[in-house]
Structure formats: structure tokens, C-alpha cells
């Protein structure tokens, strides 16, 4: 006998509406969604479709009006901001379209923020060789071991998006959740992020959900789950795993 998998991720009837004015948004209307420990889900659906909407809210950026999200099982909607910031520098690593790195720091201070937010300055002293190392690393993984000290300004596109990921990953996170990162690339840049989406995945079973409006992107994933009117569209199958 096998006990059913707690899934990494689990999304239930998940409401969450925008007011402005007098108007009312209702932008999710009961999502449902499983993330399975190693897996590599795409999320796709039109513009506005709420993509965004849903990762923000599994990433602990927003609260939904109701539902519930879990983390290996347990309840992570409605925490304390102590605990949920806790997570968001431990469980979850988060890689938007535009970057999003500090333009004072450079490649490998924007990467080292995070632990240095969990450190604290005091305990910083003690253990920043070992988390610049794991900086490092990861920077030198991912090809820019000759861009560590460039701002980004001076790096391109690309090469920021892969310091964006290894920020996301250097907390080394359950999770990595990532809204159209390949949106502001070229093809063929896309594409090289796309495969290093791809190599975290199947090397290190690294867990991925990744958002984007754009099925060419998508379909690298295991799994493309469809959002439409506000709702997980059943009428879209899982896609077999691609071999490998
Ligand atoms: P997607 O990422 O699929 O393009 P979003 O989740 O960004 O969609 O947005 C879904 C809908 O909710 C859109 O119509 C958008 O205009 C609206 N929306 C998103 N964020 C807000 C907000 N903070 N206030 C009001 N409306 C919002
Ligand atoms: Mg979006």
C-alpha cells in the first residue's frame, strides 16, 4: 500500500477579486492546483487571464479573499508577515519578467541579498564565505562567473535574468516560481533560460512552476495547466513528459 503524496503545492478554490470604483474584477474563481515534488508545471491563459494573479499569491506577495495554499501540506495563506516573509527567504524563489535586481548592487551582491536578509549583519560576518562560495557557484553554473562584479546595467538581458535566477535559488528554495521570464528576450535568449529552467529541473529536481502566455514556452514544461475565466480549464490534459 502506498499513502497518497502530499503534493509540494497544493491550490484550493482560490478567490481572489479586484475592486475599483464600483466595479468588481473577479480575476480567480476557485483555482485548483497541484504541484507534485520535482515537477515542472507551466501555467498558460490569455492576457489577464490571472496567471500573474495566482503565482503572486502562491509566492505570499498577496492574499487571496479565500481558498487555500499549502506547503507540503501545511496551511501558508494567512500566516503572521514574520512567518510568511520566513518563507518567502526560504521555501520560495520568484523570477519575474523584468528582473527586478537592485541597480546599486552587482551580479553577486544581488544574488547574496537574500541571505543577507536571513543572516542578519551580525551573523553575516560568520558565515559569508561559505554563502558568497554558494553565490558563486551558482553564478559560475549559469556562465557568468566573468560577470560577477558587473551592474546590471551592464549586463544584458540574458545574463540578468540568470542572476534574477540565481538570487531565486540561492536561499535554495522548495519551490521556484517564474512569471514570464523569458517576456523581455529575444528567442534564442529565451530559449537558453528555458534550458537552464529545464536543467535545474531534471538535474537537481529542482520544483517549477512557470507562467507565461506563450505555448511554444509552455510546452518544455511536464505539465501545462490552462486558466480561463478565472478557473483551471479541465478541458486541457496534462501533456506526457518529454523524454529526455
Ligand atoms: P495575467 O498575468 O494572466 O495577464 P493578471 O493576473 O496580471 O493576468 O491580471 C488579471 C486581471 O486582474 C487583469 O484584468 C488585471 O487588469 C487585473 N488586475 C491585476 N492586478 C490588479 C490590481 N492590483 N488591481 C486591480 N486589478 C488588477
Ligand atoms: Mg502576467
Redesign the pocket.
Known sequence: MTEPRVPLVGVRDLRKR?R?GDTT?E?LRGVDFELAQGEFVSIV?Q???????LLHLMGLLDAADSGEIRLDGVRVDGVSASRRDRLRNTAIGMVFQAYHLLPELDALENVLAPLLVRHGIFEWMKVRRPMRDRARALLDRFGLGGRLHHKPRQLSGGEMQRVAIARALVTRPRVLLADEPTGNLDESTGAEILDTLCELNRADGLSIVL?T?DAAVAKRADRIVR?AAGRVDDACHASPRKAG
Open positions: 479586484y475599483s474584477l480575476v491563459g492576457s489577464g487571464s490571472g496567471k500573474s494573479t507562467v502566455h486558466l
